[in-house]
């Protein structure tokens, strides 16, 4: 019987990361810290730019906006991966998986275009510091992060679009922890190469304009301290970026590994574990990084912190 979008699929089964029940378990004691962990790392993040006026200023605006970023891109796919550990049968319908593939492409578009987004900011705080206020005011601050959410659902929403014209009449195992797009679409029955196609020119776009604007803004950063004469000035100057430029290389260099695997003789287990890396453990890396690395943070943590024992 033909289901709606003419399927005759109505369901996709998740082979996860490993058959082995006892293993799922081991991992599921694994992940689920990393998990909660993300969650509150980022909700941490979030709650002290609010708190704290000291961080009412851009380059935390848009920190908190990342974190809101990375609790949604973990969520397509962790709480799903982690029921999955517990039971044996890990099914996923057509449109929950449409559902996680716009969410996971459109959270994961928008992280490139607000890296890029922070990128500029860090080159106006650096290279223009009397008329950083002017040129990043809030109004500003709002319309890049709308800009950037705008621009990777809509890249997501193409890819949904594409995803419709398909048909899946069998097999419906998804060798994978979720339904990742490249995976899905050799499952169709039907030529997938207009989708093939899209999804490299789109993800090529955005990757590229993106990584532009974060070179660019870095290397007009990178000769604006060179000009520094004191080296106290350079090392501060460099440490406004450190965290920023850590997240950058991670993510860029995860994603860009991660698209050149799937154009290579790569094993599915060797996806799984890109995969893992930029959907568990860069959102789960990027709170700890900014607190690490950040002293205004640091330093507002510790703030809170005295405060709630003092309450105690």
Same mark, same amino acid.
């Given at each position: 019987? *033909? $289901?709606?979008?003419?399927?005759?699929?109505?369901?996709?089964?998740?082979?996860?990361?490993?058959?082995?029940?006892?293993?799922?378990?081991?991992?599921?004691?694994?992940?689920?810290?990393?998990?909660?962990?993300?969650?509150?790392?980022?909700?941490?993040?979030?709650?002290?730019?609010?708190?704290?006026?000291?961080?009412?200023?851009?380059? #935390?605006?848009?920190?908190?906006?990342? %974190?809101?970023?990375?609790?949604?891109?973990?969520?397509?796919?962790?709480?799903?991966?982690?029921?999955?550990?517990?039971?044996?049968?890990?099914?996923?319908?057509? #449109?929950?998986?449409?559902?996680?593939?716009?969410?996971?492409?459109?959270?994961?578009?928008?992280?490139?275009?607000?890296?890029?987004?922070?990128?500029?900011?860090?080159?106006?705080?650096?290279?223009?510091?009397?008329?950083?206020?002017?040129?990043?005011? $809030?109004?500003?601050?709002?319309?890049?992060?709308?800009?950037? #959410?705008?621009?990777?659902?809509?890249? %997501?929403?193409?890819?949904?679009?594409?995803?419709?014209?398909?048909?899946?009449?069998?097999?419906?195992?998804?060798?994978?922890?979720?339904?990742?797009?490249?995976?899905?679409? *050799?499952?169709?029955?039907?030529?997938?190469?207009?989708?093939?196609?899209?999804? &490299?020119?789109?993800?090529?776009?955005?990757?590229?304009?993106?990584?532009?604007?974060?070179?660019?803004?870095?290397?007009?950063?990178?000769?604006?301290?060179?000009? &520094?004469?004191?080296?106290?000035?350079? %090392?501060?100057?460099?440490?406004?970026?450190?965290?920023?430029?850590?997240?950058?290389?991670?993510?860029?260099?995860?994603?860009?590994?991660?698209?050149?695997?799937?154009?290579?003789?790569?094993? $599915?287990?060797?996806?799984?574990?890109?995969?893992?890396?930029?959907?568990?453990?860069?959102?789960?890396?990027?709170?700890?990084? #900014?607190?690490?690395?950040?002293?205004?943070?640091?330093?507002?943590?510790?703030?809170?912190?005295?405060?709630?024992?003092?309450?105690?």
């Amino acid at each position: 019987m *033909k $289901h709606e979008n003419g399927s005759s699929v109505a369901e996709f089964i998740l082979e996860g990361l490993t058959p082995d029940m006892d293993l799922q378990v081991l991992l599921f004691m694994i992940f689920m810290p990393v998990y909660v962990s993300t969650l509150l790392g980022n909700i941490s993040i979030m709650a002290i730019i609010w708190l704290d006026p000291r961080l009412h200023k851009p380059m #935390y605006f848009f920190l908190g906006s990342l %974190s809101i970023i990375d609790l949604g891109f973990s969520s397509t796919s962790s709480p799903k991966m982690l029921a999955d550990m517990l039971t044996r049968e890990k099914s996923i319908s057509l #449109y929950g998986c449409v559902t996680q593939l716009i969410f996971y492409a459109g959270f994961g578009s928008t992280e490139f275009f607000l890296l890029a987004v922070m990128a500029y900011d860090r080159y106006v705080a650096i290279c223009n510091p009397l008329l950083y206020s002017v040129t990043m005011r $809030h109004n500003l601050c709002i319309q890049l992060i709308a800009a950037s #959410y705008i621009g990777g659902f809509l890249n %997501s929403l193409i890819h949904a679009g594409c995803f419709f014209r398909l048909h899946f009449c069998g097999p419906n195992i998804i060798d994978h922890f979720m339904c990742d797009y490249p995976v899905v679409l *050799k499952l169709s029955c039907n030529d997938f190469t207009i989708n093939e196609l899209v999804r &490299i020119v789109f993800a090529s776009v955005v990757m590229v304009i993106s990584l532009l604007i974060v070179l660019i803004s870095y290397t007009f950063i990178l000769a604006a301290v060179l000009k &520094i004469r004191t080296a106290a000035g350079r %090392s501060r100057a460099f440490s406004t970026c450190a965290s920023h430029f850590t997240c950058v290389s991670m993510f860029y260099g995860t994603i860009l590994f991660m698209e050149l695997r799937l154009n290579s003789s790569s094993t $599915h287990e060797q996806d799984k574990v890109v995969a893992l890396f930029s959907t568990i453990l860069i959102p789960v890396l990027n709170p700890l990084i #900014y607190s690490l690395r950040n002293q205004d943070v640091k330093e507002a943590l510790k703030k809170i912190f005295s405060r709630t024992m003092f309450f105690l």
